[in-house]
């Protein structure tokens, strides 16, 4: 069996080749299971853990372990910690043990951006990412696979996070700044923002409805369970919202919290990124809309990255 880490992974997925297969992916399917979830406790300290298998037609089968513990920043530890195993599909052989911190990353980031060039206009131009962690790290960079970002904001809770973030991401040549101060600088920011990635473990809503432009593509891809919130649910009332997947309106707080409001239902979701990548549904028609990609993963996703390290590896 072979192993690859994060570097090896890093290497294999660049952008530029993921997110073109993580569209092929959705067009082709596979077989995807809703994920497990299981709530872990010990001395004192509360975690999740997902357990999320798919295999596909092309004979891989993989199973990811990822475990979220959101208390980890306080010991500058990052909050997500998975591992990938990739099998065959016809013999259940082990072929690979994957680094999944590296797999998730950057299949969460390339996800966001395939959504985005479906759904963010054309002349995109400025992104703001609120979130400082592995994955906002990486939204940039996906982001410009896909349009021509001049400029990226990071707004963090935690500032000095954010120009920890903002400088290493000048050092790979990306023109980004740190936002000082608390959310009156980040209802600046949203407002003048032609992209708005939100990659946190939010429990409660950083986004308002009414900070949001005409034009705006809102694009949530952190919170991934019922308790978990970056956007208010009036963010979902007359916009256009999208989702990765059908489980994402069984597990997003921002898409459940919405539903309670009594004003937006699953039937008010345009479409699935299966259904976009198909052509089975039209992306954004309009540049005055705003549209929102609401994003919990999907396991799709992680078998399309593990293959593809795996065959460059």
Not at 82 to 96: C, E, N, Q
Not at 149 to 175: F, M, T, Y
Not at 181 to 204: H, N, P, W, Y
């Amino acid at each position: 069996m072979k192993q690859f880490d994060a570097d090896q992974c890093n290497r294999a997925l660049a952008f530029r080749t993921l997110i073109p297969a993580l569209r092929e992916a959705f067009d082709k399917g596979a077989s995807v299971p809703l994920r497990h979830t299981h709530t872990i406790e010990s001395q004192g300290v509360q975690g999740t853990t997902l357990i999320m298998p798919a295999w596909n037609e092309a004979g891989f089968f993989g199973v990811k372990t990822i475990n979220i513990f959101p208390a980890n920043g306080a010991q500058n530890l990052p909050g997500l910690h998975a591992t990938y195993v990739l099998y065959s599909a016809t013999t259940g052989v082990p072929l690979a043990l994957i680094d999944g911190d590296a797999i998730t990353a950057r299949r969460t980031a390339g996800a966001a951006a395939l959504g985005a060039d479906f759904l963010a206009r054309k002349d995109a131009r400025r992104l703001l990412v609120l979130g400082a962690g592995r994955i906002a790290a990486l939204v940039p960079g996906a982001m410009r696979a896909v349009r021509d970002i001049e400029h990226v904001d990071i707004w963090n809770p935690r500032p000095v996070r954010a120009a920890v973030l903002a400088e290493s991401l000048r050092k790979q040549g990306i023109p980004a700044t740190p936002l000082e101060g608390g959310l009156d600088a980040l209802e600046a920011a949203v407002r003048q923002a032609d992209i708005i990635s939100c990659a946190t473990l939010a429990e409660a809503p950083l986004i308002q409805r009414d900070w949001l432009q005409p034009g705006a593509h809102l694009d949530l891809i952190g919170s991934f369970k019922p308790t978990m919130t970056e956007a208010a649910p009036e963010c979902f009332l007359d916009t256009e919202v999208y989702v990765d997947t059908d489980e994402a309106a069984l597990k997003s707080g921002d898409l459940l919290n919405a539903f309670a409001t009594g004003r937006f239902a699953t039937s008010d979701i345009r479409a699935t990124l299966e259904q976009l990548c198909r052509g089975q549904r039209p992306g954004r028609t309009d540049d005055q809309a705003i549209t929102v990609f609401k994003a919990v993963g999907s396991a799709l996703e992680d078998l399309t990255a593990a293959v593809q390290v795996f065959q460059k590896g």
